[in-house]
């Protein structure tokens, strides 16, 4: 399985982006999702995830900004960032809830002024 997340970018306080997480193999439909983060000295925190048949998670910090959404035919599974704040810096990572877990290589997110 290959995880490869794309979208991040800098964007200001505000702002919105995108993020999607493409997966390769067969298994990715059978699977919960996740989007994770870490800022520089925390450790990786759980943002979102979304089970196989839709169901979604968040974190307090993101709730009613984020949406996690999957797209089973194409084997992608987006993370829909509004009104980000300046604590939302951080790379963030795209994992499969397969075992052993299986993470992207994570993508830089800045939001500043």
């Known amino acids: 399985v290959q995880l490869v997340e794309s979208g991040g970018g800098l964007v200001q306080p505000g702002g919105s982006l995108r993020l999607s997480c493409a997966a390769t193999g067969s298994i990715f439909n059978t699977y919960a999702m996740g989007w994770y983060r870490q800022a520089g000295g925390t450790h990786r925190e759980m943002v979102a995830q979304i089970s196989s048949g839709g169901t979604t998670v968040y974190s307090d910090p993101v709730k009613g900004r984020f949406t996690i959404s999957r797209e089973n035919g194409k084997n992608t599974v987006d993370l829909q960032m509004n009104s980000l704040k300046l604590d939302d810096t951080a790379v963030y990572y795209c994992?499969?809830?397969?075992?052993?877990?299986?993470w992207g290589q994570g993508t830089q997110v800045t939001v500043s002024s």
């Open positions: 994992r499969i809830f397969t075992n052993p877990a299986y």
